[in-house]
């Protein structure tokens, strides 16, 4: 098993910057991959971005390429997404998930077998 913990939502401002964190404990943190998306009120839960186990191979949504940047630290068993140049836009709910997969990407939800509770991202205009 898998528990994740997200961090560092919040309001700001169109055009600026956001670093969510997701803190993992549970199965050995290098042994997965771990993949960033969010659900918009309304919406469905989509895609945001991906990081390999062991190899630091990303992947992005189109919609955050060259905004987005997620990165793993696995000596503290936390991946991180910085995001910049926010747009209102990207106002969601933001969730870290696992994924016991290779393939980079795997974007589909049912892919990952382990959800965090969430972290609210609003960018105002």
């Known amino acids: 098993q898998v528990q994740l913990v997200e961090s560092g939502g919040g309001l700001v401002q169109a055009g600026g910057s956001l670093r969510l964190s997701c803190a993992a404990s549970g199965r050995a943190f290098s042994s997965y991959a771990v993949g960033w998306f969010r659900q918009a009120p309304g919406k469905e839960r989509e895609f945001v971005a991906r990081i390999g186990w062991n190899d630091g191979m990303t992947y992005y949504a189109d919609s955050v390429k060259g905004r987005f940047t997620i990165s793993r630290d696995n000596a503290a068993s936390t991946v991180y997404l910085q995001m910049n140049n926010l747009k209102t836009e990207d106002t969601a709910v933001y969730y870290c998930?696992?994924?016991?997969?290779?393939?980079?990407?795997?974007?589909?939800?049912?892919?990952?077998?382990?959800w965090g509770q969430g972290t609210q991202v609003t960018v105002s205009s």
């Open positions: 998930a696992v994924d016991f997969g290779t393939w980079i990407r795997r974007t589909h939800i049912s892919d990952y077998d382990y």
